[in-house]
């Protein structure tokens, strides 16, 4: 299958549109990453998603709408999913809700309750209006890759295995949507993203988050999110993360490096001087800027042939929680405490 690359203005909108109405897959932009979208109510597309994604069936899938009316048609709106979405959406918040009837099992992976967005990206949001659907769409990489941030990576991943993808150009946020539960009275936050705990709180008077947001699963222990289950933004290199005070932190990475044949460090910008004469990839200035540029960077890194990629840890706080969450996983929880 020959994959269309087109940008997301008028003409490409309405073509994905149709694409989407007649059971297509369509690459789209979002505000966070970039979607692998179907009409959500069609089993047979929402099928097509696992496929060219190689996604686990277990693992339950985001349903973009324009709305709160929009989600009332597809969920039971607690009163705590009304008082979230009234105060972030649209935008990078995904809420799991008791589901109603119409949203296919294909959806949910048999679960009682579905995950729910109105994402804030203009082309994404034409796209909910033109095409009238409910759109289903997890991020558009192959299954246990970094999440695509741009329509490259996309291509990158799916060329071939669909047919068409829109190009919203980079996204803003880059890193996934915030979940989290919004079924009970207390919001618990199963994935961290750019809407914090923080800001939940401020909004619902408190919020938790997953104990497995942060640590591997145990043996046997239920994952409140299916998702947590699976190996996920992995770059093709092994990456390790190293805590502690700075310092010693430099240091253990310089040992790392230098043990290894062609390693690269992955720091904020204010750190790279710790490692001159390393092959080295800036976050950036700040926790946006780091939350915009790690995936492309983890992809950057395995483009460059890196062997091992050697990451400092963050600060769990604000944007960082879903940052460290990120390579936390990436790195398949090989952290160093120093
Ligand atoms: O920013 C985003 O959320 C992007 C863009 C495209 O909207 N989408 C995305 O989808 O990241 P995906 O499929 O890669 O991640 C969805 C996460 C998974 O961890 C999944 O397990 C969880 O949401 N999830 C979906 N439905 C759920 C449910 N009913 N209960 C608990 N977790 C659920
Ligand atoms: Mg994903």
């Known amino acids: 299958m020959e994959t269309m690359h087109i940008p997301a203005d008028q003409a490409g909108i309405l073509k994905a549109a149709e694409a989407l109405k007649t059971g297509l897959l369509v690459g789209v932009p979002t505000e966070t990453v970039y979607g692998l979208a179907a009409d959500a109510l069609n089993p047979q597309a929402v099928r097509a998603i696992f496929q060219a994604k190689g996604r686990p069936a277990d693992n339950p899938l985001i349903v973009h709408v324009l709305n709160k009316a929009q989600a009332e048609g597809l969920a039971v709106i607690t009163p705590l999913a009304e008082m979230l979405m009234d105060a972030f959406w649209p935008g990078p918040l995904t809420l799991v809700v008791p589901r109603q009837k119409i949203v296919p099992d294909v959806v949910t992976a048999g679960l009682d309750t579905v995950a729910l967005r109105a994402p804030s990206h203009p082309a994404m949001r034409k796209l909910l209006l033109e095409s009238g659907l409910a759109i289903a769409a997890p991020s558009a990489n192959r299954s246990g890759a970094p999440s695509p941030t741009t329509a490259e990576h996309v291509m990158n991943d799916l060329n071939g295995l669909i047919p068409l993808v829109l190009d919203g150009g980079p996204c803003e946020v880059g890193l996934e949507s915030t979940v989290a539960d919004a079924a009970g009275s207390i919001p618990v936050v199963l994935r961290p993203g750019a809407v914090t705990p923080e800001m939940i709180a401020a909004v619902a008077g408190e919020c938790l988050v997953a104990q497995s947001a942060m ?42 490096y230098g043990a290894e044949e062609r390693a690269c460090v992955l720091v904020m910008e204010g750190r790279l001087s710790a490692y001159q004469g390393l092959k080295a990839f800036s976050l950036g200035q700040d926790m946006n800027q780091a939350a915009h540029r790690l995936f492309t960077l983890l992809r950057q890194a395995d483009g460059a042939g890196c062997s091992r990629i050697l990451a400092e840890a963050l600060p769990e706080e604000g944007l960082g929680l879903a940052l460290m969450n990120r390579l936390a996983r990436a790195a398949d929880f090989d952290i160093q405490i120093v």
Do not use: F, M, N, W
Not at 250 to 256: E, N, S
């Open 215 to 256: 640590r591997p699963l145990h043996e046997g222990e239920a994952a409140p999110s299916p998702g947590l289950r699976h190996r996920h933004y992995a770059p093709k290199a092994p990456l390790t993360l190293v805590k502690g005070p700075q310092d010693k932190v430099a240091a253990r990475i310089r040992a790392l």
